[in-house]
């Protein structure tokens, strides 16, 4: 974990709000994993905005700090006229995105702060999404209500019910409707979370499923990111009722020079930073 005093840290008012002192190596319930995550994105929201808000845009689809984005990859098929759901939509860029090209779209968080950027990108864009507040593992909208749902990096790596998160996803979608997701890629898991040499050399095991865990003094969790492996995800996406009929592994692209937490162009042309599943409903 970076130094919450460091001045260059992007996380830095966040650890120091919330108290965290360093990680912990132990399991986490569904419950503090939920309290956890809202109350990290509540206090880095700010700080999340300043530094990606420009790369996300306003009102653009961008898959992953690769810069794929849905206009190049279609990864959701046609969108025009279709109810969609966009799952952890953090300032809600995709979903604005969807609505832009004649989607329904409504957008699902969490975090109360990151609602809070989304609805100011409504009034800067002038598209009036309906912006909802739950956790992605007890959906509140009836069964059948959308033809697709995406989620860019949002809600599931910050669950810890992944399968009951699926179902709850397989339920709100209708009969033949499609379920894209974008997350760290679960080879990452074993590098340091480093952008440069040093995160080239493997420290932990690919099947530790432990997740990562930072704390406060009282040794109450303030951040939780959970880990599975690709099989995990296949199987958690089978059990729930959705079937997989694809997995992106996107490209570093020529000429792209950001860098992201850990992504970076040293390590992007080495192995994969990001997976994307794209499953139906069976």
């Not at 894209?180 to 440069?196: E, L």
């Not at 109450?220 to 997989?244: F, I, K, M, P, Q």
Request: proline share 6%; charged share 20%.
């Amino acid at each position: 974990m970076a130094d919450p005093h460091a001045s260059d840290n992007p996380h830095h008012g966040a650890e120091l709000h919330l108290g965290t002192v360093g990680p912990a190596t132990r399991d986490v319930s569904a419950a503090e994993t939920t309290r956890a995550t809202a109350a990290w994105w509540d206090a880095d929201a700010d700080d999340y905005q300043a530094t990606h808000g420009a790369f996300l845009g306003a009102a653009d689809f961008v898959w992953c700090p690769e810069g794929l984005t849905e206009t190049e990859a279609g990864l959701l098929g046609p969108v025009d006229g279709r109810d969609v759901l966009e799952v952890g939509c953090g300032s809600g860029s995709c979903a604005r995105w969807l609505a832009d090209h004649g989607a329904r779209a409504v957008g699902l968080d969490l975090s109360a702060g990151m609602l809070r950027h989304a609805h100011a990108g409504n009034i800067e864009t002038g598209l009036a999404v309906p912006l909802i507040r739950a956790t992605a593992e007890q959906l509140p909208f009836g069964t059948d209500s959308f033809d697709l749902a995406c989620s860019a990096f949002g809600a599931i790596p910050f669950v810890a019910r992944l399968e009951r998160t699926f179902a709850e996803i397989a339920r709100v979608l209708r009969p033949g409707g499609r379920w894209v997701f974008a997350v760290t890629h679960p080879m990452r898991w074993i590098f340091p979370d480093d952008p440069g040499p040093t995160g080239l050399t493997a420290a932990v095991s690919y099947f530790d499923r432990t997740p990562y865990v930072e704390v406060d003094a009282e040794g109450r969790a303030t951040y939780v990111e959970h880990h599975r492996t690709l099989g995990d995800y296949v199987r958690a996406l089978h059990e729930s009722g959705l079937r997989l009929v694809d997995l992106i592994e996107p490209e570093w692209p020529a000429g792209h020079t950001r860098i992201w937490g850990q992504w970076s162009p040293l390590r992007g042309k080495l192995f994969p930073g990001t997976a994307i599943f794209c499953a139906t409903v069976r």
